[in-house]
């Protein structure tokens, strides 16, 4: 079965401060992900990548960036936290749409929040 | 944007009934669309999914029925059980694009 460990599993931070969540996956897929869950809402993308090197912005990328230096590993971080940032952000990997290998892997999330 | 409207946003049916959900969709060209399902404190996992090369697909009590034609799929749960409870997301892509996500069913079975 494939892993997707996201770190930590929860984050109390201050307004203004810099958070740094984790992603790690040994599934060797190219695609990761950074969705954000609130209710009401679903899963948002804020991020994603398409291999080491890579990221491309989502449907909500404003106040995130992301970053991928492996194939394993994707960041996501907000350099600036502000309370509407409090949410659960799961990271997920997967293989390329289309290619017949699209079942999306998540990771447990963590849970955020901005105070 | 594309969108993929599902509904409704909660349902609650009695144990051993069949439980509905339902989904939308706007492009012709989205080729996937999966049922991902959604245990309380858990992350979602992947249920079911479909492609319009079918009408039909079937997983045990689970069925997805697809209307290509009226841009409609959803997601049938037979004789529904108290462990089906969740929350379901159905979505939706095409080639080399990302998935487009419902905005999710809270389904509460009954018992």
């Known amino acids: 079965e494939a892993a997707v460990t996201q770190s930590p599993r929860n984050k109390v931070a201050v307004t203004g401060g810099k958070v740094t969540l984790s992603c790690n996956q040994t599934n060797n897929h190219n695609n990761m992900y950074w969705y954000r869950q609130d209710t009401g809402h679903g899963l948002r993308l804020i991020h994603y990548s398409y291999g080491a090197g890579s990221t491309e912005k989502g449907d909500i990328p404003d106040g995130y960036k992301a970053s991928r230096p492996s194939q394993e590993n994707f960041s996501l971080i907000l350099e600036l936290a502000t309370p509407s940032q409090t949410s659960v952000y799961f990271c997920a990997s997967g293989g390329a749409p289309g290619q017949g290998n699209e079942r999306l892997f998540f990771g447990h999330g963590t849970k955020l929040s901005v105070l | 944007q594309q969108q993929v409207r599902q509904s409704p946003q909660s349902l609650t049916v009695w144990e051993g009934e069949t439980a509905i959900l339902n989904c939308s969709y706007e492009d012709s060209t989205f080729d996937y669309f999966p049922w991902y399902h959604q245990f309380p404190g858990e992350s979602p996992a992947l249920l079911i999914a479909?492609?319009?090369v079918s009408n039909k697909k079937e997983d045990g009590r689970f069925t997805i029925f697809f209307n290509k034609r009226e841009k409609k799929f959803s997601l049938h749960i037979a004789d529904s059980q108290p462990g089906d409870s969740a929350t379901y997301f159905c979505?939706?892509?095409?080639?080399?694009?990302?998935?487009?996500w419902g905005s999710g069913t809270k389904l509460i079975i009954k018992p």
């Open positions: 979505a939706a892509s095409y080639s080399n694009y990302q998935l487009i």
């Open positions: 479909i492609r319009p």
